[in-house]
């Protein structure tokens, strides 16, 4: 830095790895907890010992720097300790979505160049069927409670708790470069073949703070030292949300509930008294619909975050009701490592009613601290704060994706202009807050203007007799397109909804939120909806089923 500003012969060039976390959180909560369902509870200080012991196995089976380790788990402590063993030690954690089709399985591990794969004995079964294509990988940890492996064509396998249980409980972890690749997470798949998203060390480490600031920002609802979070998001999903980093670096006490199950959460709130946890609006709704619910004591909880898909305010007032807790939503994608935005309130508004604070919480909500986000037309120009006009979400941070995994030229269509283009059309209200309309891909253009399918579904499930709908453009010879709804009614109104009613219903919101030709031409009942393998409603499966049958 020359003779003005001198360095330091033995300066240490702090790097930002996600070593750090780790170390600072077994330093500074080495007694707080993290608990597997009802089973058992470790502390930090323990689990540090067994990342460690999953560090030294890896080393000895042949894992060096830059090596990929993949797993495929439901959310274990095992998951949980290959988020920090694999990573910390230089090779590259990649999570395995097992709802991946088995075609779908076998792409993403050659793509990636997996070397070992952790995986539960549940998804042994997933494995098998590809294990001959699979050109990289050398050798499968199984994840069981039993004593012995289960039978299995795989081979070599090891199993995960015998291999760790021979390892040393230390590893000197090793200083790397903050820029190297930490873990990579692939796209769900809805617009073709899954897409790798990678992120560096710093990357994971500025996620990490950058949540756990906003969090501590609002203290009244948001994460602290004191807060137990229950892991609800899949870990193989965009990282959780992050809420494993963010937990840790915090101290919380954190839970793992094996495989998701709506009634096994309730008894986990229950039983650990749970303060937050977080979720996307599929899952939400499952677990309002266990029929005992309110049997559980559930006081303890503060928040729950909802993300992945709009969050609609019909749910969101259900569950404010019956779970006596607050429903905050948030917003990201996988490229932007989870987290773009949160709906927390500003200071001022606290003082609002609660009709209109709910309000708020159900928008898209205000940027995460340092994220640059813009709402843009077609001319790349801001839209105005009128809550009326379209545009795309864009965004910058210091820690999204830098592109895709071997695709040069879908990374190129990620960023452009300096810019990350998500997808997402938004419009901005007059405090600022993001409101996300659609996705580019689903918003329906019927003679020449958009319609929302996000707002019509919105409406729809305010009638007391709808569980939930989806909304779909479908080909129309006079209009290009028309809207159709496809509903999913509540067990006591099957059979007794009509299209009329669905019809008159979103009549009543004419004109003061809709105009009269937004409403449906069809409506069609149906029992579930179609679920992408992330949760998500799948509209893509839907428009190919009625496109066939219009």
């Known amino acids: 830095m020359g003779e003005k500003f001198p360095v330091a012969s033995e300066y240490y060039r702090y790097q930002l790895t996600i070593t750090k976390i780790l170390e600072y959180a077994v330093r500074t909560f080495p007694i707080s907890e993290i608990a597997y369902r009802d ?67 076998k ?33 499968y940890i199984v994840i ?32 790397l470069d903050e820029n190297s690749v930490a873990g990579i997470c692939f796209t769900s798949g809805t617009t073709g073949l899954p897409k790798g998203a990678y992120f560096t060390h710093r990357a994971f480490v500025l996620h990490t703070m950058c949540v756990t600031m906003l969090q501590a920002f609002h203290e009244r609802y948001g994460l602290s030292p004191s807060s137990c979070i229950l892991h609800i998001v899949p870990m193989f999903h965009a990282w959780s949300w992050s809420y494993p980093y963010v937990a840790t670096l915090m101290g919380c006490k954190q839970v793992l509930p094996g495989r998701f199950n709506p009634q096994d959460v309730l008894k986990l709130i229950q039983y650990h008294k749970v303060s937050h946890a977080a979720c996307v609006p599929t899952v939400l709704r499952m677990i309002l619909d266990v029929p005992d619910l309110d049997k559980y004591d559930l006081s303890s909880l503060v928040a729950i975050f909802v993300g992945g ?21 948030g917003y990201g994608l996988t490229e932007g490592h989870s987290h773009e935005t949160f709906a927390f309130l500003k200071g001022y508004m606290e003082k609002w009613d609660d ?49 895709y995994l071997k695709d040069q030229s879908k990374s190129d269509e990620l960023w452009k202009s300096g810019w990350m ?28 203007e958009w319609i929302v399918s996000l707002k019509l579904e919105d409406l729809i499930c305010r009638h007391p007799g709808v569980r939930d709908c989806a909304v779909i453009g479908i080909p129309d010879e006079k ?27 979103l009549a009543s919101f004419v004109p003061k939120e809709i105009p009269r030709w937004w409403i449906p031409d069809r409506i069609v009942f149906v029992q579930e909806l179609p679920l992408t393998s992330v949760g998500k409603k799948d509209k893509k499966a839907l428009r190919a089923r009625y496109k066939e049958k219009n």
């Not at 470790?42 to 090596?67: F, H, M, P, T, W």
């Not at 095992?78 to 399985?105: K, W």
């Not at 039993?146 to 230390?170: G, N, W």
């Not at 259900?318 to 006596?324: C, G, P, S, T, V």
Request: aromatic fraction near 8%.
């Open 144 to 175: 069981t409670q039993r004593d012995q492996l289960p039978k299995t064509s795989l081979e070599p396998v090891y199993h995960y708790e015998q291999l760790i249980s021979k390892s040393k409980p230390e590893y000197e972890y090793p200083e």
């Open 39 to 105: 089973q058992l509870t470790r502390s930090y200080a323990q689990e540090y010992q067994r990342i460690q012991r999953l560090s030294n196995c890896l080393e000895d089976l042949g894992v060096k720097k830059g090596d990929v380790v993949a797993t495929l788990d439901w959310n274990t402590p095992q998951h949980y300790e290959a988020y920090f063993a694999v990573p910390c030690m230089g090779a590259i954690l990649h999570t395995l979505n097992p709802r991946l089709s088995l075609d779908e399985l």
């Open 421 to 448: 283009r998500t997808g997402d059309i938004a419009v901005v209200d007059e405090d600022g807050y993001v409101i996300i309309q659609d996705r580019a891909k689903d918003i329906i253009k019927s003679g020449g």
């Open 479 to 505: 209009w290009g397109e028309r809207p159709m709804a496809v509903v999913v009614p509540k067990p006591e109104y099957l059979g007794k909804l009509t299209e009329d009613e669905i019809k008159n219903h």
């Open 309 to 329: 898909a709009k969050l609609e305010r019909a749910l969101a007032e259900e569950a404010r009701a019956r779970l006596k807790c607050e429903i905050i939503a």
């Open 355 to 403: 009709q209109a604070k709910l309000e708020k919480r159900i928008t898209t909500g205000l940027p995460v601290p340092l994220e640059i986000l813009r709402v843009v037309d077609e001319q790349f120009r801001d839209v105005p704060m009128d809550g009326k006009t379209l545009g795309e979400i864009v965004v910058r941070n210091p820690y999204s994706t830098p592109g």
């Open 107 to 139: 792409y993403v591990i050659n793509q990636a160049e997996d070397k070992f794969i952790l995986v539960n004995e549940e998804f042994i079964g997933l494995l098998e069927p590809i294990k001959d294509e699979l050109k990289t990988v050398q050798g």
